[in-house]
């Protein structure tokens, strides 16, 4: 996997020094062998060990560097006494050795130092910034021992010859793909500060409020709590942060103070207001970047707030989001604004750069036979739930409750849009709802959230697993029945994935009054000129290379479900985030560029900070992960009350010291 | 709340080889605690959520590897527990000498020398060697006022900035990070916040230290004198801490105040207020003789409540005996609010304490302005804000901006109409289904467009509130003085009494001043004072003052012994910090033929049928156990009676103001003309208003005016105050003297305003 002179990354002991090229041994991990395209990396230090890429490299100036590294980057902790003075300690020590000044006992204190970091530090940083100095000071033994007799600088000392490049992560920062700095509103969390809180969150995500409430938090898969009991609720400690503010009336937190408008005639178009292209506007915002944002609909927020429904994502909430982003300066948005293919290209001729944030609101088919768009009866998932919440919301339109009131409704899908047509059409007065769906529960579940497969079940939603929509019936045109098949799994005698299988002579058929398919959803590609001929995706989604976001033609950028497809809120704040970077920079030089905290992400990501194997030390097991309170069924079914009521003050703060800050340093030495 | 694990109440676990039982919950360290196991801390402070900075108290648990933070793990069923072994102490023993890196070693000259918690655990640590060292910084020392920081001494353990953002809930102190450089930063000019030095109190080094204090004694030189804070309602613990003035004056001094910091609190005035004594008085036997002569005569005995439980009692055995009418103006209206509301809610005291309150998830406060009224319960309204995220509904005519960070919403209400806004919170508070047929009538057939029309809370207002209720539990409803002396006051507290008995609130009742609520239970008191009048620490024709300004001195209340009963109920001991040297109360009694030789005698004749025990003086308990249990005195018996219980009637007209109108209120750290004399708290009285106000009232910034409230002249200077909204202005008493004691109307009241020229002439 990767080509290493010597590595102790997690516990593997390679060590090819002096080995024939033929023999040297590879490391099993994806370590950062080339920092960019076209650079080599010389070294990689970091919390479970260090890697080697080169012979000629200076281990005691490394180690060093690691502790300068943990010095500068104590911002981020310096809350405890050990890793406060031990870090310094720490540096001072190496680097007294590496200047050519230290002695033996100095190496002695240098252990004694590091052991006192490890066993007592607050967060994983203190606790195992020492580890990889330790494994150069016993492998690259030789090196310190020179220094030390010779009383001589180490061969790099003083040199700049080299770049260091490091940055701060956790298992769980990684894990999102917005970054969010999560240890640092736990804890703003944990000490009742909860500006400071909110600032942490909007370093990387304005949507606090949102994701606060309806992330699907990938983040909690990679939680290190896990190892020991359960993983912390990050997702719900995000609210608080959010409601403090809101609570209290207080002006808005900036992540740092806006700057204000540059007026130097460059200008950004945003296409969408979704999670995607406000995100985008906000980080363009903060630099004082003109930003206009176009929304073909009425109302800002995207399908946050034309998708998600109210009961668990409340419009008073999500608004404060979005007026968060809409509050700057250099922001100004433009509803029933539809961009089409003749409008994108008087954008990207008038635009420095262009931002596709369009998402994806096509409802994709179920593939049955005869389905028909104009059957009556038959009703897209995206359209269905744009009239529920435009009305439920904002008062436009009508009530959904007028058609599906007292109706059998039948929605085929598996994934959160399903799941809200359900619910919503429970909310509406339907009669009878069901869900179809291929494959099983645990997938459901897999593909949504337990409380979310949980609630709908609570509320009446009938599911019926491991069928499929064969034919539709109509009568005149009008939806009267579906002639459905039932599938089983069945394992594959190689061992290979289980396989779905028709049942034969197991249809089965449903009469119903609403067929709402919510399998997927595609981008609208009409919207792109098609003399551009612009790269996709084989799924039909803009082409990018994932890094800088930008589509194959030079200054139109792409970010969220357009992009991706239909994904998650946090993974298009996330794609936005980084695209509002890049075009930060590409505005005034035409390239496309990274930021090193940038590169050292994406090496970080593949890498894979979380390890699911490992042993935690130094807590104590077994302390239950707080659950919040929810709505009874007899209190939310015919409503659209908020079903979370968030965690009580008391809950907060005990999850939030279940959090066992799991922050690492990692750096390249390029 | 519905609980989704269902656990037991208590969890059992082996410490040290003893088993201990502990609440479900309670941290590893609670459970050593609460059993007398010892387990060393730098950062741990009991009043506040573990901080975990020191890593101190770490702790061995078997099965489990690593070392395991105590004061935030929780005790779990079963776990064996070991605090101590070699392991442990070298760690703790590294530890100390991190701590001990550049700390100065100038301990010959530091504050803290002999009380400090570095010098404590370094030597129960035998760091007797340095091992470690690192690069020195620099590092200024910082003037706050009242409060000096020398960052060199600070060991960042934090305790400073979380009781200001969890006990007292002003955020004003915050770590700057930093690495081997952090420090603690004050977020905003100290003059803004509340001033109460708890940061310094809970300081465990000489990091935080009193300006004023600074150098002027060690701390092993100083006697404590427990003692209770006669200031305001709450009767915060507190110790004088004293000794000789100077190499040549014996006299002692109080050097500072200091608390068990540990569990209790002190706001600024009780920390900074403290020599108020009455220093010169002198046994003049002739001016005993005529005050014993006006005692004879005296129609009124008029007196001011800060004052004992005992000298309260000792008065009225006076009354009883010359046949005088007794008048405290402070506390009359309060009386007969507290009577309505005992007849209205058949108990003798409202349920809620401090404890509650903090522990409150939604709090409604009504006829108070909370932040100087009484920084107690505002700092007990933060700890609920932050540790419970309270929503907390703050109704006052007169919006505070100091409480932003825990008001979630403010209902402003026109000054005068408290009876219709209790109305429509009882409207909207009580549980119309637990509330018997005749109250519920009453409630419906509140003319609810009337009441929220002429109080100006609208029904969308309390339409919110009552969302705020919703799925939430735990509920504080605090009032405060502006409705003791209201014209309807009696029928203000049957509201308030119906929604405690017919809501899930419970109540909190602010008492006016000091001991109100003492002399409120011990006398019987009349509505104003008539004919001859002796003023004890009030005016009258024969003045006995403490101020040291009337016809016969008296002590101050740091020179007295006797109890004092707080706004929980509580019925606290205070001990005399400094010898008084003039003529007492209990003197004249004596010469008027009472039986007693000192007034602590009373303690235990206080009036039983009010819940006193009779319990002599020296046999009350003052100290708080190691885990926090309150000692102090005794707390009231609570009395409930079941009968009948009187109901509200609906509001008639409510009142309402034009023109001019002044709210009368001191500043924050002013209670009464003792905290105005004492050294640190010295300042001149503004009267402060809004920009709002300016205007209507033509008024400029820095304006001398006259004008008249309550009685009471006034020339003084008008200051806008940029944090104010609103047409009404504030207007303190603390600089008027005994005058201030003798004021026993309505806190609103509409006034003429005359100019007098500008500030500087």
Request: aromatic share 8%; proline share 4%; hydrophobic share 35%.
């Amino acid at each position: 996997m990767a080509k290493v002179v010597f590595s102790t990354w997690r516990g593997e002991r390679i060590d090819n020094r002096g080995k024939a090229p033929e023999a040297w041994e590879e490391s099993a991990f994806k370590l950062p062998e080339n920092y960019d395209e076209g650079t080599p990396s010389k070294a990689f230090i970091g919390w479970d060990g260090v890697a080697i890429f080169r012979e000629d490299v200076d281990a005691v100036r490394l180690a060093t560097e690691y502790a300068a590294t943990y010095q500068e980057y104590s911002e981020a902790c310096g809350r405890c006494a050990p890793g406060r003075w031990g870090g310094r300690i720490l540096y001072d020590l190496l680097d007294k050795i590496a200047r050519g000044e230290g002695s033996f006992e100095d190496v002695e204190h240098l252990r004694e130092v590091s052991q006192t970091m490890m066993l007592t530090s607050k967060c994983e940083i203190g606790r195992t910034v020492p580890k990889p100095i330790l494994d150069l000071m016993e492998h690259y033994k030789e090196q310190f021992d020179a220094c030390i007799a010779e009383q001589k600088p180490s061969i790099h000392y003083g040199r700049e010859d080299l770049n260091y490049i490091a940055k701060v992560t956790a298992p769980c920062i990684d894990m999102c793909p917005s970054h969010v700095d999560i240890p640092a509103y736990i804890e703003g969390v944990r000490d009742m500060v909860f500006t400071e809180s909110l600032e942490a969150t909007r370093q990387t995500m304005p949507l606090a409020h949102t994701c606060g409430r309806v992330c699907p938090h990938p983040c909690e898969d990679a939680c290190r709590r896990a190892n020991l009991d359960e993983p912390i609720s990050i997702m719900e400690l995000k609210r608080l942060g959010a409601d403090y503010e809101t609570d209290h009336h207080l002006g808005f937190l900036h992540p740092k103070d806006p700057k204000p408008l540059r007026n130097d005639g460059k200008k950004v178009a945003i296409v969408g207001a979704g999670p995607a292209g406000l995100t985008a506007a906000y980080y363009l915002g903060l630099e004082g970047i003109k930003v206009d944002i176009f929304e073909e609909l009425p109302v800002l927020g995207g399908e946050v707030a034309v998708g998600v429904p109210e009961y668990r994502m409340p419009i008073e909430r999500y608004n404060k989001d979005i007026e968060l982003v809409t509050s700057l300066e250099a922001v100004d948005v433009y509803t029933n604004h539809r961009v089409d293919a003749e409008r994108l290209k008087e954008l990207d001729a008038e635009y420095d750069a262009v931002l596709l944030a369009f998402g994806t609101r096509l409802s994709k088919k179920v593939r049955a036979e005869n389905e028909r768009e104009d059957m009556e009866g038959y009703w897209g998932a995206i359209a269905m739930l744009d009239k529920v919440n435009l009305w439920n919301k904002y008062g436009i339109g009508e009530p959904a409750s007028k058609e599906l009131k007292d109706t059998t409704v039948v929605c085929v899908g598996g994934g959160f849009t399903s799941m809200d047509v359900v619910r919503c059409s429970v909310r509406e007065g339907a009669k009878k709802v069901i869900m179809l769906y291929r494959r099983d529960e645990k997938t459901i579940i897999r593909n949504t959230t337990y409380e979310e497969y949980h609630e709908a079940v609570e509320e009446g939603v009938e599911f019926i697993f491991h069928a499929a929509i064969e034919r539709i019936v109509d009568e005149n045109n009008k939806l009267k029945k579906l002639i459905c098949n039932r599938y089983e799994l069945v394992p594959d005698p190689d061992g290979g994935r289980p396989k779905l299988e028709k049942i034969e002579g197991a249809d089965f058929e449903i009469e119903c009054d609403w067929l709402i398919p919510a399998v997927s959803q595609a981008a609208d590609l009409s919207i792109l000129p098609e003399e551009w001929d612009l790269k996709l995706t084989s799924w039909n989604t803009l082409l990018t290379n994932g890094r800088d976001y930008m589509t194959s033609r030079p200054g139109l950028f792409a970010a969220g479900d357009c992009e991706y497809g239909p994904m998650t809120i946090v993974n298009a704040v996330g794609q936005a985030k980084r695209a509002a970077s890049v075009i930060s920079r590409y505005i005034y030089d035409g390239k496309v560029s990274l930021t090193d905290e940038e590169i050292m992400e994406d090496h970080l990501n593949k890498l894979k900070v979380y390890d699911k194997n490992e042993k935690v030390t130094g807590w104590m097991p077994g302390i239950p992960r707080q659950v919040s309170e929810k709505l009874t069924v007899e209190e939310r079914k015919t409503n659209n009350k908020e079903v979370n009521l968030g965690f009580t003050g008391e809950q907060a703060i005990a999850e939030a010291e279940r959090c066992m800050r799991c922050y690492y340093i990692s750096m390249v030495a390029v | 709340m519905s609980e989704v694990k269902k656990m037991s109440e208590t969890v059992t676990l082996t410490i040290d080889g003893k088993t201990v039982t502990t609440r479900q919950g309670n941290t590893i360290l609670q459970a050593a605690r609460e059993n007398g196991i010892y387990i060393p801390t730098m950062c741990y402070l009991s009043k506040v959520e573990p901080i975990g900075s020191c890593r101190m108290c770490v702790v061995e648990v078997e099965g489990v590897e690593g070392m395991i933070l105590s004061c935030q793990e929780k005790a779990v069923e079963g776990a064996v527990i070991r605090t101590s072994g070699e392991d442990l102490f070298r760690e703790r023993q590294n530890i100390m000498k991190l701590y001990d890196v550049n700390h100065p070693l100038e301990c010959g000259v530091c504050d803290k020398s002999g009380e400090c918690d570095l010098q404590n655990k370094t030597l129960e640590f035998a760091v007797d060697q340095q091992t470690f060292a690192a690069k020195d910084q620099h590092r200024p020392v910082k003037n706050w006022g009242f409060i000096s920081y020398d960052p060199a001494l600070c060991i960042m353990c934090e305790k400073c900035v979380r009781t200001c953002t969890e006990i007292i809930g002003d955020d004003a102190l915050a770590i700057e990070t930093g690495g081997y450089k952090s420090t603690i930063v004050n977020t905003r000019d100290l003059s803004d916040c509340a001033q109460c030095g708890e940061c310094m109190a809970v300081c465990p080094v000489g990091a935080l230290v009193s300006t004023d204090f600074k150098y002027t004694s060690n701390a092993w030189e100083l006697e404590k004198i427990p003692a209770s804070c006669t200031h305001c309602s709450a009767g915060c613990q507190l110790y004088y801490e004293v000794k000789h003035t100077s190499i040549d004056n014996t006299e002692p001094k109080i050097y500072r105040v200091t608390n068990e910091f540990e569990f209790s609190t002190l706001c600024g005035a009780g920390r900074f207020g403290y020599d108020f004594e009455n220093r010169e008085a002198k046994r003049d036997p002739e001016k005993l003789e005529a005050a014993v002569e006006a005692f004879r005569k005296a129609e009124t005995i008029r007196f001011a409540s800060t004052i004992s439980n005992e000298e309260a009692l000792l008065l009225r055995r006076i009354a009883e005996k010359t046949g005088a009418k007794l008048v405290c103006d402070e506390a009359r209206g309060f009386q007969r609010f507290m009577r309505a509301y005992r007849e209205a809610s058949g108990r003798n005291l409202p349920t809620a304490d401090l404890e509650w309150i903090r522990r409150s998830r939604v709090i409604v406060t009504l006829g108070t302005r909370l932040y100087d009224d009484a920084p107690m319960v505002k700092f007990a309204v933060a700890t609920a804000s932050r540790r419970e995220k309270a929503q907390v509904v703050y109704c006052h005519p007169i919006e505070d901006s100091r409480l932003q960070n825990q008001v979630t919403q403010f209902v402003k209400y026109e000054a005068g109409s408290e009876e219709g806004v209790a109305a429509l919170l009882a409207a909207t508070l009580i549980d119309k289904a637990k509330a018997p047929l005749e109250l519920d009538t009453l409630l419906n057939g509140l003319d609810i467009g009337y009441l929220s029309a002429e109080s100006n809370v609208s029904e969308e207002e309390l339409d919110r509130l009552k969302l705020t209720l919703w799925k939430r539990q735990r509920f504080t409803l605090i009032v405060g003085e502006d409705l003791y002396n209201h014209p309807h006051a009696e029928n203000i507290a049957r509201f308030l009494a119906a929604i405690e008995n017919y809501s899930d609130f419970k109540l909190f009742i602010i008492p006016p001043a000091s001991n109100t609520l003492g002399v409120s239970l011990i006398c019987d008191l009349a509505d104003e004072a008539k004919g001859y009048t002796v003023g004890v620490n009030t005016p009258g024709e024969f003045v006995l003052s403490a101020l040291g300004d009337g016809d016969l001195d008296l002590p101050a209340m740091n020179q007295q012994e006797g109890t004092l009963v707080n706004y929980e109920g509580r019925v606290v001991p205070t001990h005399p910090a400094l010898p008084y040297g003039g003529w007492e109360l209990a003197d004249i009694a004596r010469e008027l033929g009472l039986e007693l030789e000192h007034v602590i005698d009373l303690t235990p004749q206080l009036p039983k049928e009010e819940g006193f025990r009779a319990v002599a003086f020296d046999d009350l308990p003052d100290y708080f156990d190691a885990v926090g249990g309150e000692h102090r005195g005794y707390l009231l018996e609570r009395q409930e009676r079941g009968e009948a219980l009187r109901l509200p009637e609906e509001p008639e007209e409510l009142e309402s103001y034009d023109g001019t109108v002044l709210y009368r209120c001191n500043p924050g750290k002013q209670f009464s003309p003792f905290t105005a004399k004492t050294h640190q708290l010295k300042e001149e009285a503004f009267l402060l208003g809004s920009a709002q106000f300016a205007m209507a009232a033509r008024l400029e910034d820095g304006d001398r005016i006259r004008f008249v409230q309550d009685g009471i002249e006034y020339e003084r200077v008008f200051r806008i105050d940029t944090a104010m909204k609103g047409t009404v202005a504030v207007n303190p008493t603390f600089d008027r003297g005994l005058r201030s004691f003798a004021i026993s109307s309505y806190r609103f009241s509409p006034v003429k305003i005359e100019k007098a020229g500008k500030a500087d002439e």
